[in-house]
T-cell receptor
């Protein structure tokens, strides 16, 4: 079982659609959770941190369920510029340190 | 300011060359990271430095040699690389390397080994 698993995608949606991405993680001792966005041939950029209380940033809403070890990202009113790969990322303990574990990414294509 | 800079942006090298990748941050972060990313794959952790000390080496071959001269700088020395080492090399930094940290990535160096 992968440490972080995501919907494989790709998701191909029309502009204005609502799209949801899901992610599960295996280590219950994980400390922090993130969604990163990565455009083609660019570096990952932090989209948002994810909290149990849920958090919203513009048209993006993220949710963490620690009991189910499940993370979600909802994109409302999607725009052409939202086309990218979305990486679910979990900060897991490793020996006396921590390590980011990346999901394989979900590719989103928003079409006109 | 959440900027991490990396030089060079692109690098082409032969298998017998020695080259270095450089990374710099001025956010006061005390943890810095090297990742390798192949096409259509997520980043893979290579090394972690925390307070200028190497804390994680993910069984990386010795032809990759990291160095942290001070808390703002991170280098990756390359020697006798193989064509399969061609990839995007990403540097990142975070506050202390703790479990609640957020990592910020540089733009990467795209390396081609001939």
């Amino acid at each position: 079982r992968k440490e972080v698993e995501q919907d494989p995608g790709p998701f191909n949606v029309p502009e204005g659609a609502t799209v949801a991405f899901n992610c599960t993680y295996s280590n219950s001792a994980s400390q922090s959770f993130f969604w990163y966005r990565q455009d083609c041939r660019k570096e990952p950029k932090l989209l948002m941190s994810v909290y149990s209380s849920g958090n919203e940033d513009g048209s993006f809403t993220a949710q963490l369920n620690r009991a189910s070890q499940y993370i979600s990202l909802l994109i409302r009113d999607s725009k052409l510029s939202d086309s990218a790969t979305y990486l679910c990322v979990v900060n897991m303990p490793l020996a006396s340190s921590y390590k980011l574990i990346f999901g394989s990414g979900t590719r989103l294509l928003v079409r006109p | 300011d959440t900027e991490v800079t990396q030089t060079p942006k692109h690098l082409v090298m032969g298998m017998t060359n020695k080259k270095s990748l450089k990374c710099e941050q001025h956010m006061g972060h005390r943890a810095m990271y090297w990742y390798k990313q192949k096409a259509k794959k997520p980043p893979e952790l290579m090394f972690v430095y925390s307070y200028e000390k190497l804390s994680i080496n993910e069984s990386v071959p010795s032809r990759f040699s990291p160095e942290c001269p001070n808390s703002s700088l991170l280098n990756l020395h390359l020697h006798a690389l193989q064509p399969e080492d061609s990839a995007l090399y990403l540097c990142a930094s975070s506050h202390t390397g703790g479990g609640a940290d957020t990592q910020y990535f540089g733009p990467g160096t795209r390396l081609t080994v001939l």
